[in-house]
């Protein structure tokens, strides 16, 4: 998806002007992959622009490097103000993505990544759904890929390792040129996983069931752990099960969760359609509250909400 540029991107502290924003081409990470990321949305709310669940991001970002081994130069307390600030510097007044990234900088060449610089940056822009606004309504067509998401001990998936999304690149790949709009992804042990950049669940007599992320080497997503609470709340019963390939295509309904892509429904995966094929009441349940919950319009999640 392209990006439209703003003004500014946080480098290490300053407030670097969009065109200059670079970095040597002899960057470690760009070399090795030792690196990691954040994904984050902020939503127009009726008091103003909020960032939605940013200390839980910004937490995570600290988890990845601590089993990167990368020392993060920077405390919690100042990622999230680096974050709110450069909303405010961007006027993103309507909402925006944010993409934080640690990366190992120019220094030396070789595989031992701990003697490169680290550098932090954090950039703005406005971004519309990930998977198309189609997507979002309607559903989309699921492909179950034929690479298999990183065993744990190839790869830390509870990191978001820049390096690690080459797995999913070549999934996405897969499935698109194959006419689907996303992939969904098998642990080495043929368990559901979860998809390139989001998580899964589905909904069988009522339940919502998800793989639980740890042992099924999926990223455990905040979107996820969000629709979690909400549908609980709305008063459905949330269960972590180990799902199969079958649990799929006899799913009553099916969506995937991530903050770029959003609450997506799944209308079929491998051309077995899911449920009736269009967004089932359950999904539009806990999609509808989400999306009153980033804008502010829900209360009970106020909490969930940093105003910049
Ligand atoms: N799994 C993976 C592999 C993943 O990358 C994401 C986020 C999730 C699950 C969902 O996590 P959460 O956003 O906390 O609910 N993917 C980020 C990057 C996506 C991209 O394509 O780039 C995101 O959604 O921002």
């Known amino acids: 998806m392209p990006i439209t540029p703003t003004k500014k991107i946080w480098m290490d502290g300053e407030l670097v002007d969009w065109e200059r924003a670079t970095t040597h081409v002899l960057s470690h990470t760009l070399h090795y992959g030792v690196g990691a990321f954040e994904g984050i949305r902020a939503y127009q709310t009726a008091q103003g622009v909020a960032i939605f669940r940013l200390r839980e991001h910004m937490e995570r970002l600290q988890r990845s490097c601590k089993i990167l081994m990368i020392e993060l130069p920077y405390t919690l307390d100042e990622l999230c103000e680096a974050a709110k600030e450069i909303v405010r510097v961007n006027e993103l007044t309507e909402g925006c993505y944010m993409r ?13 990544p701990l003697n490169s610089p ?39 998936t509870a990191s978001k390792t820049v390096g690690g999304y080459v797995n999913s690149g070549l999934a996405k790949i897969e499935a698109v040129k194959a006419g689907y709009d996303e992939a969904i992804m098998l642990g080495t042990d043929g368990l559901i996983s979860e998809c390139t950049g989001e998580n899964i669940f589905i909904v069988r007599g009522g339940k919502l069931i998800s793989p639980p992320p740890s042992e099924a080497g999926a990223l455990t997503g905040i979107t996820l752990s969000s629709i979690t609470t909400i549908a609980k709340d709305l008063g459905y019963e949330v269960a972590f099960e180990a799902l199969r390939r079958d649990d799929l295509y006899l799913a009553d309904e099916a969506f995937l969760t991530g903050t770029a892509a959003e609450v997506v429904p799944i209308a079929s995966v491998d051309d077995r359609s899911v449920g009736e094929g269009a967004p089932g009441p359950i999904t539009r349940a806990v999609q509808s509250t989400y999306f009153a919950a980033v804008r502010g319009e829900r209360p009970e999640y106020a909490s969930w909400l940093a105003h910049v």
């Open 100 to 112: 934080p990234l640690v990366y190992l900088g120019y220094g030396e060449m070789g595989i031992y």
């Open 118 to 156: 680290v550098n932090t940056v954090i950039a703005a822009w406005p971004w519309g759904s990930y998977l198309g606004d189609h997507g979002v309504a309607n559903g989309v067509r699921m492909k179950i890929s034929s690479w298999a998401r990183h065993h744990p001990n190839s790869m830390p």
